[in-house]
């Protein structure tokens, strides 16, 4: 089973930033939370992971709070190029352990 | 530089039989996983391969299997194919702790 949970979908205006909350209240101290997401038709592409500080990119900021129970990925100015559904993962990121387990994600609206 | 490959894109077969699913990893990975997405749903880990062995497995039947080539390349095996097999198959490959890199499927739909 999944180690996370996000909502369902979410809605956000062209422009404005997303916010996208996730759950991973029995996260080990080991793993890291990633972020990925699939626009219809294609396969996941990676965002960004962190494990206990925030992290930035040129996609996205990642916000991992202090005692690590939940997480926020930021789209700092969101396009209509990033409708699609987001995943949040957590991941011991070993080599010897490299499964990745999928929810059911959060499918993001950017309206015009 | 080429990112992860798949073939066929699309494949149509019939309940009973059987059907092999290509990987191309992206340059200089070592790694590959599979994954079956049914429609509406996020992928499920079938199984990982590294070094020309299956290392991980999901709760996946024996009648999916896997192998791996010295170029790292794979395949993706489902025998005895049932209506539920209709799914997008996804390929992932990766180096060491590095992030997933995802192919964008193979639609396999069972009549």
């Known amino acids: 089973d999944a180690k996370t949970t996000q909502p369902t979908s979410m809605d956000c205006a062209e422009g404005r930033a997303a916010n996208l909350p996730c759950n991973h209240s029995t996260i080990s101290g080991n793993e890291y939370v990633y972020w990925y997401r699939q626009i219809h038709s294609q396969g996941p592409q990676y965002i960004i992971h962190?494990?206990?500080n925030n992290e930035t990119n040129e996609m996205a900021s990642l916000i991992i709070t202090e005692d690590r129970k939940s997480s926020t990925l930021i789209l700092p100015h969101a396009t209509l190029r990033d409708t699609a559904v987001y995943y949040c993962i957590v991941r011991v990121a070993r080599t010897s352990y490299d499964k990745v387990i999928f929810g059911p994600g959060t499918s993001l609206s950017v309206i015009p | 530089d080429a990112g992860v490959t798949q073939s066929p894109t699309h494949l149509i077969k019939t309940r009973g039989q059987q059907v092999t699913l290509r990987c191309s990893p992206k340059?200089?990975?070592?790694?590959v996983s599979w994954y079956q997405q049914a429609l509406g749903q996020g992928p499920q880990f079938i199984f990982q391969y590294y070094e020309e062995e299956e290392r991980q497995r999901g709760n996946f039947p024996d009648r999916f299997s896997g192998h791996q080539f010295p170029n790292y390349s794979s395949e993706l095996n489902v025998n005895a194919l049932l209506l539920g097999d209709s799914a997008l198959y996804l390929c992932?490959?990766?180096?060491?702790?590095?992030?997933?890199?995802f192919g964008d499927g193979t639609r396999l739909s069972i009549l």
């Open positions: 962190g494990l206990k």
């Open positions: 340059s200089g990975h070592d790694t």
């Open positions: 992932a490959s990766s180096l060491d702790s590095q992030p997933q890199h």
